[in-house]
């Protein structure tokens, strides 16, 4: 499995030649790309009222 440390600031994803949880199966002379996505989750502001 590819793998990184999560962030509560980001949501991953991966693709090509991995599943949708990163894992591969790699046989002898086996050549294969992850690509490791992070998208930032969207801030929204809070407005209190005074």
Same mark, same amino acid.
Request: proline share 0%.
């Given at each position: 499995m590819i793998k990184? $440390? !999560?962030s509560a600031n980001y949501t991953v994803s991966y693709g090509g030649d991995s $599943? =949708? =949880?990163g894992? #591969? &199966?790699l046989s002898p002379f086996d =050549?294969? &790309?992850v690509i490791i996505t992070n998208? $930032? #989750? !969207?801030f929204s502001d809070i407005t209190t009222s005074p």
């Open positions: 990184e $440390d !999560a $599943d =949708s =949880s894992n #591969i &199966t =050549s294969k &790309t998208n $930032d #989750i !969207a």
